[in-house]
């Protein structure tokens, strides 16, 4: 349908970051988070398959429909509301005519006991007038309107017989094109939450690890002032090995570090359809989080207008308009289309459960990251003083530089928790307002 357009748009997307990536010598074209989310949604794998599924079920229709002789999408039922519709306009106007015609002949009488030439008659007249002018006029409108629904009936009983015969073949089809409908409304919302997840879990490892070289320095300069102390006779071979152990153990941690920002960046190249060895480099986000946060009201939304209830519940509704089609003296088929609306009955509810437990686990979850942030806060405060307090110690040649340095990677690693807490509840924020429209999005990567 508009993929063409889109492969289109993609080699325009992917030119001009490789020419902005040229405009300085050696420089990795920076992506931001908004160009990210357009990236993924217009040529991204995801979307890709999400489209491809779509065109794939308007075919498969379409060749069903072809084969039993259906041709277009205007189905019996909607053939039979147009009727209905038709045939209710016929009905009015035809009432309609019978009461002025009744009105006329009161009015007629009206005017025999009149003055003749009087005002009332006069204006009596203009009313029988007007009513003989409304008469024709929806005269007319019957005369057009009764060949018309004559030709869909005509058109109806053999189309639904058709179908009929069709729908073991029709029915798979048409939930499948509507499944993908839905997809091509939801999976934009789903790959922009897994760009932004990816996205700022790339911008918080880069952090980590820069934080952790510094770790990594002070754990080397640590083992070394142990060593000297070793050899002063002021430590003991245990502390040196101690000392050797958090040295690796904080080398492992890198080493971690390292892998997962590979792998988050491997990632994110496949949401954005970017080649596996694209360099790049990602742009600060500045999330704002509320002074106040959240409150989440107790009471369970109603979710039966999310685009998922509202599918299950017309697959409902076609199994008992199936149910009320089928004869009960074909005991087998009656019998068949009854288990075929208890199971639409129980997948209804059981989509209900589904979106309550996902707005349930989301809620949870923004309570959780919330509480979490309360403590980066309070955390970031404590080692502030702490550091404060280092600092004049160092002054007055209380503690060495080593110390301080310490009390210095602790603020900082406090630094980094209120960050990645910031981005956890951001994150937590948009899941809840995706799980309100009854959209559990499949995170890209975990943070």
Known sequence: MFI????????????SILLSGLTTAQAAPVITLERAKTMAREQGNQMKAVEIAFSQAETSLALVRSQYGLGSYYTAEDLKKDMDLVEAIIDERVNAIKLLEESIAEWKEEIAGMEAGGRAAIELQKS?????RDIAEYSRQVDELR???ASMV????????????AKPQLRPAEA??????DALVTQPKVIDYNVEETYLSLLAVAKQRAHQELVERYMEKALQREKLMLELGRSTPLSLAQAEERLRQVQETSLALKNREENLQRTFRRLLGLPVNFEFDLAEVNLIVPDKTLIVEEKIPDFTYTLTYQRELDTLEQKRKDLEDT??????????????VEEAELNLQNTLTSLTNNYLAKTETLDLVTETLRNAELGLQIARKELEKASLQFMLGIIAALDLEQK??????????????????HLALQAYYLALEGISPDTASTR
Do not use: G, M
């Not at 029988?128 to 003989?132: G, K």
């Not at 005509?154 to 015969?165: F, I, V």
């Not at 499948?176 to 409908?181: I, Q, R």
């Open 128 to 132: 029988i007038d007007q009513a003989y």
């Open 154 to 165: 005509l058109r109806y009983h053999p189309q639904k017989s058709q179908e009929e015969q």
């Open 408 to 425: 210095e990677l602790v603020f900082e690693e406090a630094e980094l928790k209120l960050f990645t807490a910031r981005q956890d509840y």
């Open 327 to 340: 004869s009960t003296s074909d005991h087998n088929n009656y019998r068949s289309a009854e288990l075929a």
């Open 176 to 181: 499948s094109l509507k499944a993908a409908e």
């Open 147 to 149: 060949p018309a629904y």
């Open 4 to 15: 063409k357009e889109k492969i289109f748009f993609s080699l325009v997307i992917a030119i």
